[in-house]
C-alpha cells in the first residue's frame, strides 16, 4: 500500500513510508524482505503505535503485524502459550488466557500493545502461569515520608509503585499483593459513583481544565492539588483479577519521558526535580509522575541490566490534541537523569547517542557486534536507530 499515513497513539510522531504492508504469514514476509533488500529500502515493523517516540518511524518500508494476531497453541498442564507476535495483550488477557485459566505473570499499564532491530519476531511462546487476583491497596502520603522509608513501602507488597503529584509533596501509594479473596463486588450506586469519578471526573473535567491552563498556566498547581486532595487522597481497597490490577487507564494523548535509575538514586533524582520545579516558576507541569521498580536482570540492553532498577516516568498532556511546551521540562529532567545513572526507556522520546549509551550499558559492544553479524546491510535500522546505534543526534526537543 502507498500513501499511508503512520501515526502513533499520542499523534506526536508520524511518518509516510513509501510501502506500507499487512502480512498474514511468515512466507508474505519473507517476500517483503527479499523485495526490499533488492530495492535497498530499509524495514521497520510496527506494532500498536503507542511508543510515545519516533521509534517506529520510516520513509522506507513499513509492516505491521496485525494481522498476525493468532494462538497457536496452549499447553495448560505447563502453562505456555504460543502466539503470533501481532496480538494484543488486551485480547490475551480477556479472551484468550480466562479459557485456560491462565495469566501472566507481570504486566505493563497498557493492555492495548503488541508484542515485538535485528529482524522480524513473528511468534512467541509466553510462560505464563495459574490465574490468580490481585488486592490494590492505595495510601497516600507526603512524598519524603516514601523516600525516606522506601525499603519498607518495598518490603510491604510484591508489586509497589508510587505516584508524585508535582507542584505538591502528595502522593499516592499502591501496594498489590497476591490474594485467595474474590473480586470486589460492588451496589449499583457505588460502580455509577466510581464511573463518575473515573470518567467524568478523572477524565473528562481534567482534560477540560488542562486544556483551560494552557492559557492560564498558574492553575496548574491548583489542579494538582485538587485532584489529590479531593479526588487521590482517600485510602482504598479492592481485589480484582491480575490483568485489571497491572493495567491502568492512560487517559488522553500525552507527551511522555521514562527513565530508569539505581534503586538508591529514586530519593536524589525526585528531591532534585522538585527543587527544579520551584526554582523555575515558569514551568508548570502534570501529574502523574509515576515511579515503578523492578529487579535486575542480566539482558544485554534491558534498562535494568546488572541493578535492581526504579523507573520514574513524567508527562505533560495534550488536552484535545493542542500543543503544551514540553522541551524544558524534558531538558532538565534528562540533566537529572545523566547525573543519577539514568537509562533511557528505549520506546520514549529521549536524546540519548551511541557514545552515551556505550558508557551506560556494559555489554554494548557485544549487543553491537551481534547486530552487525545479524544485519550487515542495515536493513532494519531507521532514523531512531541510526541515532542510538550510529550517533547521529537528532534534536527531538
Known amino acids: 500500500m502507498e500513501g499511508h499515513l503512520f501515526t502513533n497513539w499520542a499523534q506526536t510522531f508520524s511518518c509516510r513510508p513509501e510501502r506500507y504492508f499487512e502480512p498474514s504469514n511468515t512466507e508474505e514476509i519473507r517476500n517483503i524482505l527479499k523485495s526490499a533488500s533488492e530495492k ?106 516514601v523516600l525516606d522509608n522506601l525499603d519498607f513501602h518495598l518490603m510491604s507488597a510484591e508489586h509497589f509503585r508510587f505516584i508524585w503529584f508535582p507542584h505538591t509533596d502528595g502522593v499516592i501509594a499502591q501496594y498489590w499483593k497476591r490474594t485467595q479473596d474474590l473480586p470486589t463486588k460492588k451496589p449499583l450506586h457505588h460502580r455509577l459513583l466510581d464511573w463518575i469519578l473515573a470518567a467524568i471526573i478523572g477524565h473528562h473535567l481534567l482534560e477540560a481544565l488542562y486544556w483551560v491552563s494552557t492559557f492560564f498556566t498558574f492553575i496548574v498547581p491548583w489542579i494538582n492539588s485538587f485532584y489529590y486532595k479531593f479526588i487521590y487522597f482517600w485510602p482504598q481497597t479492592r481485589v480484582d483479577i491480575s490483568y485489571k490490577v497491572f493495567n491502568f487507564d492512560c487517559l488522553f494523548k500525552q507527551y511522555v519521558t521514562e527513565w530508569a535509575f539505581p534503586r538508591s538514586r529514586v530519593a536524589p533524582v525526585l528531591r532534585q526535580l522538585r527543587s527544579w520545579l520551584k526554582a523555575n516558576p515558569d ?32 508527562i505533560m498532556y495534550r488536552p484535545y490534541g493542542k500543543f503544551v511546551p514540553y522541551s524544558k521540562y524534558w531538558r532538565a529532567f534528562d540533566s537529572i537523569a545523566l547525573d543519577n545513572e539514568g537509562r533511557p526507556h528505549w520506546a520514549k522520546a529521549h536524546r540519548v547517542t551511541a557514545k552515551q549509551f556505550a558508557v551506560m550499558y556494559p555489554k554494548w559492544s557485544e549487543f553491537h557486534a551481534i547486530r552487525e553479524q545479524l544485519d550487515p546491510d542495515g536493513l532494519f535500522l531507521n532514523a531512531y536507530l541510526e541515532r542510538i546505534l550510529n550517533d547521529r543526534p537528532l534534536d527531538l526537543y
Do not use: W
Open 40 to 145: 535497498q529500502k530499509r524495514v521497520k515493523i510496527v506494532g500498536n503505535g503507542h511508543s510515545p517516540s519516533d521509534i517506529a518511524c520510516t520513509n522506507d518500508y513499513m509492516i505491521s503485524l496485525k494481522n498476525l494476531n493468532k494462538v497457536r497453541k496452549v499447553d495448560a498442564e505447563k502453562c505456555l502459550v504460543r502466539v503470533e507476535a501481532g496480538i494484543l495483550l488486551s485480547d490475551l488477557n480477556e479472551k484468550v488466557l480466562p479459557k485456560h485459566g491462565l495469566a501472566m505473570s507481570v504486566l505493563g499499564a497498557i493492555g492495548d500493545v503488541t508484542l515485538g532491530s535485528l529482524g522480524v519476531i513473528t511468534c512467541v511462546t509466553l510462560q505464563c502461569e495459574r490465574a490468580f487476583n490481585l488486592k490494590d491497596t492505595t495510601i497516600p502520603f507526603p512524598l519524603d515520608e
Open 283 to 314: 514551568c508548570r507541569v502534570h501529574f502523574p509522575i509515576e515511579v515503578r521498580f523492578v529487579k535486575k536482570d542480566d539482558i544485554y540492553l534491558s534498562p535494568a541490566e546488572g541493578r535492581d532498577t526504579c523507573y520514574i516516568n513524567i
